[in-house]
């Protein structure tokens, strides 16, 4: 079983949509969680860190469920430079000093 | 401030040929981390250096893997001899500590492209 599981997509939606995507993991010590963005053939960077409560920043929203071990991400107004892979990504030490578990990851493409 | 850098950018080899990826993180990061993702899988942790000591290197695939971190600056993972299944994108990522060891981000470098022939 996978630590952490993904819809591949790929998502297409128009500009000024709102596109949700949601994930799985396995490990019920996992204790911080993230969502990175990869653009084609560069690296994955922090697109935000998820926490208990749920938390915005800007046009994303991102929400934990540890009952359910699920993770969401929401992208309202979606825009252009929105294109991308966003991966879900997990961690069972309570910092990033440890290793990180990765999902397959969900493609978006945002169309004018 | 420079990121993290990775040498080079692509490799070709043929099976059996050994190769040495290089990674510099980001200067005064003790934490160095390497992942590997293998076409159509997820990226996968390798193994954590924390300055020079091996912290975790419980995803290293085999023993033909061999990663170094001498002096705790730069990074090397040297594939001896290398298998057709080794192809894939191999990053480096590196972290800080705070004192009060609170969440710190894992950057990551533009990744080394292997492929083997």
């Known amino acids: 079983r996978k630590e952490v599981e993904q819809d591949p997509g790929p998502f297409n939606v128009p500009e000024g949509a709102t596109v949700a995507f949601n994930c799985t993991y396995s490990n019920s010590a996992s204790q911080s969680f993230f969502w990175y963005r990869q653009d084609c053939r560069k690296e994955p960077k922090l697109l935000m860190s998820v926490y208990s409560s749920g938390n915005e920043d800007g046009r994303f929203t991102a929400q934990l469920n540890r009952a359910s071990q699920y993770i969401s991400l929401l992208i309202r107004d979606s825009k252009l430079s929105d294109s991308a892979t966003y991966l879900c990504?997990?961690?069972?030490?309570?910092?990033?000093?440890?290793?990180?578990?990765f999902g397959r990851g969900t493609q978006l493409t945002v169309w004018p | 401030e420079a990121g993290v850098t990775q040498f080079p950018s692509h490799s070709v080899i043929e099976k059996g040929q050994t190769v040495t990826l290089r990674c510099d993180p980001i200067s005064g990061h003790d934490n160095l981390y390497w992942y590997r993702r293998v076409m159509g899988k997820e990226i996968k942790f390798l193994l954590h250096f924390v300055k020079e000591s091996k912290q975790d290197e419980s995803g290293m695939p085999n023993n033909r893997f061999l990663a170094e971190r001498t002096g705790g600056t730069y990074s090397t993972l040297k594939v001896q001899p290398a298998e057709l299944e080794d192809s894939g994108v191999y990053f480096c990522?590196?972290?800080?500590?705070?004192?009060?060891?609170?969440?710190?981000?894992?950057?990551f470098g533009p990744g080394t492209r292997l492929t083997v022939t």
């Open positions: 990522a590196s972290s800080q500590v705070r004192r009060d060891r609170t969440y710190y981000e894992q950057y």
């Open positions: 990504v997990v961690n069972d030490r309570g910092s990033t000093l440890g290793r990180l578990y």
